[in-house]
């Protein structure tokens, strides 16, 4: 069946360091692909998203890039900020028997020191 | 003009107990979900409701009963709880069930004792 997996956590970085959070997924057919976050005592919001191969998701500094042939989709950012300390969820989007399903990774915690 | 509202956003209460969980959205969606998410922040789909009609039901016990009296709703009511039902619960919603983005509720904590 469809899997997220994503790099365990907790990440922990100093403001205007580089993030990477790996993400690989296995999926039957051409799934959409998103990164959602989760910031303190809310739900998910959608981050970014990729709908096909090749394509990249940016958003708020965020880029991710729809990787078919390392099945990955690796969430990156250039200089993080302490508020971007949240959970990020890598998840996928697919159709099956049972109809559109989404399937979300195991959360990356990431604390951003000041 | 909170999009998806759940409430309690707390809820502590006694093994064997039976509670319901409310949700609403306000944003015209068709399709609204919940989900469970465990101590590890596994977040795993229960149901999928599609104009008021069930969609997805994965394997969930059925002490857990969805309902949903409009397209707006989405009710969670769990009987007879039991330890490893303490999660947060999330509502979701999504434009129809093809819709990439779902839009989530702020999340509702259940702890059984």
């Known amino acids: 069946g469809n899997s997220v997996t994503q790099m365990e956590g907790p990440v922990t970085l100093s403001e205007e360091a580089f993030l990477t959070i790996n993400c690989t997924y296995t999926?039957?057919?051409?799934?959409?692909l998103f990164w959602y976050v989760q910031y303190p005592g809310e739900g998910l919001q959608l981050l970014l998203k990729?709908?096909?191969?090749?394509d990249k998701g940016s958003n708020k500094g965020f880029e991710a890039t729809y990787r078919k042939e390392t099945t990955s989709f690796h969430l990156e950012k250039g200089s993080v900020q302490v508020s971007d300390s949240a959970v990020y969820f890598c998840?996928?989007?697919?159709?099956?028997?049972?109809?559109?399903?989404?399937?979300f990774g195991a959360g990356t915690r990431l604390f951003v020191k000041a | 003009d909170t999009a998806v509202s759940q409430t309690p956003k707390y809820l502590v209460t006694q093994m064997g107990n039976d509670k319901s969980i409310k949700c609403e959205q306000n944003?015209?969606?068709?399709?609204m979900y919940w989900y469970k998410q465990d101590s590890k922040k596994f977040l795993k789909i229960m149901f999928s409701?599609?104009?008021?009609?069930?969609?997805i039901n994965e394997t969930v016990p059925n002490r857990f009963s969805p309902k949903s009296p409009d397209k707006a709703h989405l009710n969670l009511h769990i009987n007879s709880l039991e330890l490893g039902d303490s999660a947060v619960y999330f509502c979701?919603?999504?434009?129809?069930?093809?819709?990439?983005?779902?839009?989530f509720g702020p999340g509702t904590r259940l702890t059984v004792l």
């Open positions: 979701a919603s999504s434009q129809d069930p093809a819709a990439d983005e779902q839009f």
């Open positions: 999926a039957t057919g051409y799934p959409s």
């Open positions: 990729a709908t096909k191969a090749d």
């Open positions: 998840a996928l989007r697919s159709r099956g028997t049972g109809g559109f399903k989404t399937i």
């Open positions: 944003l015209g969606h068709d399709t």
């Open positions: 409701y599609n104009n008021k009609e069930l969609i």
